[in-house]
C-alpha cells in the first residue's frame, strides 16, 4: 500500500518534470524564432525583440541611395544580380556607423543626375567626380577616393598620346563623365569624333568591336577592365594634362539634413580606417 502510494508520487513527479522541460524547450524556440524575425527586418541584431522593432522604426532615417552599377569595382551586379562594388561596401558601411537604412537602387548614370535632382533618390554613389560645374546643382560630401582619367587603347593602337586621339577617327565615352570632358577639352565640345555611351562598359565593347579607337574613363575601372578581359590585349596611358579628381557622394542642392547625415557618417569611416579598408588608400 505503501509502496504503491510511494510510485504514484515518483510517477506524478516524473510528469511535472517533463512537463517543465518540455515548456522550456518551447519558450526557448519561441524566442529564438521571434529575434531571428527582428534581426532580418531592422538589422540590429543582439537586442530584445520588441524594443529592437519599435527603436528601428522610430530612429532610423530611411535614405534612397542610386548608383550606375556598370563601373566596376566601384559598383556592378555581380553574380547573384545583386548591386556590389566598393562604393556599396562604403555606403553600407557609413549606414552602419550613421545608424540610417539604406536601399539601393541601379540607375543609368543620366537619370541618376535626374533622380537627385527631383528627390527620386537622396544620395548617389558611382564614382561621382566633384567638379564645380556640378556643384551649381548638387552638394557633394567630403571627397572619399582621388581618381584620375586614362586613355584605353588595343595593344598594336597607332595611338600612344592624349595629343594622338585628334588622328582617330572615334574616341568612346560615357556620356556626361569627366572622361567625355577631357576629350571635349582636346577634340571640341562638339567633335563628330566623340562617341558617347550610356555606360563604360558599352564604349569599351564597341572599341574592341572597332567602333572606335580608344575609350577615355576613370584609371581604376579602366585597369579593371583590362584585368577581366585577358582575351583582349590592351594598352593604356594617362597625360600630364588629366588632373586629381575626387570622388564624393551626392545630394541635391540644399539637401542639408541628408548631407550632415552622411559627411558625419563618412568622417567616421574616415577614422576607423574603413576607407583605406575599402579602397586601399585614404583620401590624401
Ligand atoms: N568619375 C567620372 C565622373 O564623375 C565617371 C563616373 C561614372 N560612374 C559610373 N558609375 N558610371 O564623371
Known amino acids: 500500500m505503501n509502496q504503491q502510494a510511494g510510485s504514484l508520487k515518483w510517477n506524478q513527479s516524473i510528469r511535472i518534470f517533463s512537463l517543465m522541460i518540455a515548456s522550456f524547450l518551447l519558450l526557448f524556440v519561441l524566442t529564438a524564432c521571434g529575434s531571428g524575425s527582428s534581426v532580418s527586418t531592422n538589422n540590429t541584431p543582439d537586442m530584445a525583440a520588441g524594443s529592437a522593432t519599435e527603436k528601428g522604426a522610430a530612429t532610423k532615417e530611411k535614405i534612397v541611395v542610386g548608383s550606375d552599377a556598370a563601373y566596376a ?7 547573384k544580380g545583386e548591386i556590389a ?4 561596401e562604403l555606403i553600407k558601411k557609413m549606414a552602419e556607423l550613421g545608424e540610417f537604412e539604406i536601399e ?6 543620366d ?14 554613389i558611382s564614382s561621382i567626380t566633384i567638379t564645380e560645374e556640378r556643384m551649381q546643382t548638387y552638394d557633394f560630401t567630403e571627397p572619399y577616393f582621388v581618381a584620375n582619367q586614362l586613355v584605353l587603347v588595343k595593344e598594336d593602337s597607332p595611338i600612344h598620346t ?5 588622328n582617330a577617327k572615334y574616341v568612346g565615352v560615357q556620356n556626361a563623365t569627366t572622361g567625355h570632358y577631357v576629350v ?21 565593347q564597341d572599341m574592341v568591336n572597332g567602333g572606335s579607337d580608344a575609350v577615355v574613363a576613370d584609371n581604376a575601372v579602366v585597369l579593371e577592365y583590362i584585368k577581366n578581359n585577358p582575351n583582349v590585349k590592351f594598352r593604356s596611358f594617362d597625360d600630364p594634362s588629366f588632373e586629381k579628381e575626387y570622388y564624393g557622394l551626392m545630394v541635391k542642392k540644399g539637401n542639408q539634413k541628408v548631407l550632415d547625415l552622411l559627411n558625419s557618417a563618412l ?3 574616415k577614422e576607423e580606417g574603413v576607407i583605406k579598408h575599402i579602397f586601399g588608400s585614404d583620401v590624401e
Not at 162 to 166: A, E, P, V, Y
Request: hydrophobic letters at 35%; aromatic letters at 10%; charged letters at 25%.
Open 162 to 166: 592624349f595629343q594622338d586621339l585628334k
Open 184 to 204: 571635349q577639352e582636346l577634340l571640341g565640345k562638339t567633335s563628330p569624333k566623340i562617341k558617347s555611351y550610356e555606360s563604360t562598359p558599352l564604349a569599351i
Open 73 to 79: 569595382p566601384f559598383e556592378y551586379i555581380d553574380t
Open 104 to 109: 539601393i537602387r541601379n540607375l543609368p548614370w
Open 85 to 88: 562594388g566598393l562604393d556599396i
Open 267 to 269: 568622417q567616421k569611416a
Open 111 to 124: 537619370t541618376l543626375f535626374q533622380e537627385v535632382k527631383n528627390g527620386g533618390v537622396d544620395v548617389a
